[in-house]
Every structure is written in C-alpha cells, then in structure tokens.
C-alpha cells in the first residue's frame, strides 16, 4: 500500500512539474501569465495600434502599441524582437519590437499594454486577424 502511495505521488509531481514547464514564467509580483519569446509563433495587427501574438499555438497575448505603424499593415512586413538579458516577456517593458519593412526600413514599435486573451476573447477575434 505504502509503495502504491509513493508511486502515485511521483507521478502527480512530475506531471505538475511538466504542466509547469510547458506553460511558461510567471511574474513573481502578481502572479500574471508570462512568455518566452521562444513560444511566440505568429503575430497579426488589425490596425495601426495593436499586434495579437500567438503564442504556443493556442494563446493569443494583445499588444497596444504607442504611436502605432502603418507598416503593420503591409502583408510582407515582419517584426523582429530584441532580446537582452532574460527573454521571458510578463510586461510590455520586455518587448522591444521593430517593424521592418521590404525594403529595409526598421521603426521601432513600443508596447503600451499586454493583456493575455481569454479562449473566449480570441474567438472574437475576426479569423483573418488571428495569429494562428
């Protein structure tokens, strides 16, 4: 009996400790959902203002943009994150985004706000727009 207790507490640990590994940082002041850049896989702007960043393919975080750029709209536009330091990403102080254009252009986009989406938010989100 002892010996089947053990056994079904290992494995309870170690399928917390998976659950935990694959869900990615946590802010440690407020408890709010973090990101490694590593997890974010796709990202759409439905305007000037806001990106929606896909992350490991079923979490959407909605990014406000401070000043925004008209080259989010452009469809062979892309965005490059530098990372320095941790690359965990819990405020929108962790994101320091540029959109460069074909041509090379670069601007820097600042983020003014991170929210992560609810399931039931990002199926609000009109299809084209979903980062998936």
Not at 7 to 33: E, F, I, K, W
Not at 69 to 86: M, N, R, Y
Not at 94 to 112: C, F, H, M, N, T
Request: one cysteine or more.
């Amino acid at each position: 009996m002892t010996k089947l207790l053990l056994a079904a507490l290992a494995a309870t640990v170690a399928a917390s400790a998976a659950a935990g590994a694959q869900a990615g940082p946590r802010h440690a002041q407020n408890d709010t959902p973090c990101f490694f850049i590593s997890q974010w896989e796709g990202w759409k702007a439905p305007d000037d203002h806001t990106l929606y960043l896909g992350v490991n393919y079923h979490e959407v975080y909605k990014v406000g943009l401070a000043g925004g750029s008209s080259i989010l709209q452009d469809p062979e536009a892309h965005i490059v994150s530098i990372t320095q330091g941790p690359d965990s990403v819990c405020n929108p102080l962790d994101l320091q985004l540029s959109i460069v254009e074909p041509y090379g252009i670069r601007e820097p986009l600042i983020a003014k706000s991170l929210v992560k989406l609810t399931p039931e938010e990002v199926k609000a989100i009109p299809p084209k727009y979903r980062p998936y």
